[in-house]
């Protein structure tokens, strides 16, 4: 037997050798394909990334303005911590523990065990500054500042 050659009953300029490239349908069952608009688009594409941004933008901006509260903290935490540690302390402070701050008559500074209302007929003429907590990492925190430190 013979094989014949098989000829394509359609057109051949009605079909295409690659219809998946063509920007129309290509049959009858075809999905409807429209043209869109790329302006339109691109427009929404635009908008989308501009609102994504701005929204990680904003993020990353409060971060910051934390992150240098927590540095003003820290400072102010290390120079009142500086100013402690050049007063008189007469015992071994402990971590956790509330102490309290006073200015002496000579402008030197005393850390006592004893608050301004505990000290009874004996209080000396000291100043009171603020109440004081030693921290975990041997800074002191004031916990109540009657004058600024």
Do not use: C
Not at 10 to 25: H, M, V
């Amino acid at each position: 037997m013979e094989e014949k050659e098989f000829v394509n009953p359609i057109d051949p300029d009605k079909i295409s050798e690659a219809p998946g490239l063509i920007e129309y349908a290509h049959h009858v069952g075809s999905a409807i394909i429209k043209p869109e608009d790329k302006g339109k688009i691109k427009g929404r594409s635009l908008s989308a990334m501009y609102e994504q941004t701005d929204q990680q933008l904003l993020q990353i901006k409060e971060q910051i303005t934390l992150l240098a509260k927590q540095v003003e903290a820290i400072e102010r935490r290390k120079s009142i911590s500086e100013k402690i540690y050049e007063a008189k302390i007469s015992f071994q402070p402990i971590i956790g523990n509330v102490y309290h701050l006073y200015r002496k008559e000579d402008g030197s500074y005393q850390v006592s065990m004893l608050s301004d209302h505990e000290w009874g007929r004996q209080k000396p003429d000291w100043e009171y500054l603020s109440s004081i907590r030693l921290l975990g990492d041997h800074t002191w925190e004031v916990s109540k500042a009657d004058v600024h430190i």
